[in-house]
Nanobody, 121 residues
Framework: QVQLVESGGGLVQAGGSLRLSCAAS????????VGWFRQAPGKEREFVAR????????YYSDSVKGRFTISRDNAKNAAYLQMNSLKPEDTAVYYC??????????????WGQGTQVTVSS
């Protein structure tokens, strides 16, 4: 069993930065891939980024590539999403998830409650 808690969301102006954190509990976190997803109002949840259990491989959606960086620290049971050059279209609730390495949300067994990110223009 893994429990995930996101933090670090907030209101930021376009061009600004935020760093989201995902704190995990449970022994299987360090052996799980971590994905970040987001859901904007009226839209389906979409993949943002993922990282393998050792952190050796990362993958990003085209919409965030070059602006966002995913990382993890298994010693701290944590994962992070550094978001730079934020745009109003990045506004969404951001979720971290643990499970199999995939862009599909159905591959992830454990989810956090989400953290709101709002980017003003």
């Amino acid at each position: 069993q893994v429990q995930l808690v996101e933090s670090g969301g907030g209101l930021v102006q376009a061009g600004g930065s935020l760093r989201l954190s995902c704190a995990a509990s449970g022994r299987t976190f360090s052996s799980s891939s971590v994905g970040w997803f987001r859901q904007a109002p009226g839209k389906e949840r979409e993949f943002v980024a993922r990282i393998t259990w050792l952190g050796s491989s990362t993958y990003y959606s085209d919409s965030v590539k070059g602006r966002f960086t995913i990382s993890r620290d298994n010693a701290k049971n944590a994962a992070y999403l550094q978001m730079n050059s934020l745009k109003p279209e990045d506004t969404a609730v951001y979720y971290c998830a643990a499970g199999r390495n995939s862009n599909s949300d159905s591959s992830y067994d454990y989810w956090g409650q989400g953290t709101q990110v709002t980017v003003s223009s």
